[in-house]
């Protein structure tokens, strides 16, 4: 189970990595725009949809991230108050009873909607818009698969400090 944790957490670092160069694109994407626009009185679609997918892409693909390194919204009131054990006995039925079963809640009820999307190759509804709408959509499942693989690594940690707080 210890490398199977371990290659979940490379993968999510990769991905985070990867995101993280997407950010800075992004920035200087929208700056562009935004210059072109109002210096030069020209706009594009494509570099406002390219922003778009960016965005998407950071969020979508970052929740996993942010569950590897615990950046994600939880209520530290009541964590804060309790012991190592009790933390790992939450977050683990969290992950079982939450997590886990949101995940494939999203990706069952998305698989036609984005197969449906693939099958025609589905592009932007505007003229000069990217023509990659069904990659966009694909993120639903990509999300939710990494985020359910971080969720069995970080099931597979809460074991173990629940075996060592014994």
Not at 3 to 25: N, R, S
Not at 46 to 64: D, K, R, S
Not at 102 to 111: E, H, N, R, T, Y
Not at 120 to 137: D, F, H, N, W
């Amino acid at each position: 189970m210890k490398t199977l944790t371990h290659a979940i957490d490379a993968l999510t670092e990769a991905c985070g990595k990867l995101l993280a160069t997407f950010l800075p694109v992004m920035v200087l994407l929208t700056f562009a725009i935004v210059i072109a626009r109002y210096l030069f009185d020209l706009g594009t679609i494509a570099g406002q949809e390219a922003v778009m997918y960016l965005h998407g892409t950071a969020f979508m693909l970052g929740f996993a991230y942010a569950l590897k390194h615990n950046t994600h919204v939880r209520v530290d009131v009541l964590a804060n108050r309790f012991s190592d054990r009790t933390k790992a006995l939450v977050d683990l039925a969290g992950h079982s009873f939450f997590l886990l079963p949101m995940c494939a809640c999203v990706i069952w009820f998305s698989w036609d909607y984005v197969a449906a999307a693939w099958r025609v190759r589905e592009g932007s509804a505007e003229v000069g818009g990217i023509p990659a709408v069904y990659l966009l959509k694909s993120l639903l499942i990509a999300s939710s698969v990494l985020l359910a693989l971080q969720g069995v690594a970080e099931m597979s940690r809460c074991i173990n400090r629940l075996r060592e707080s014994r």
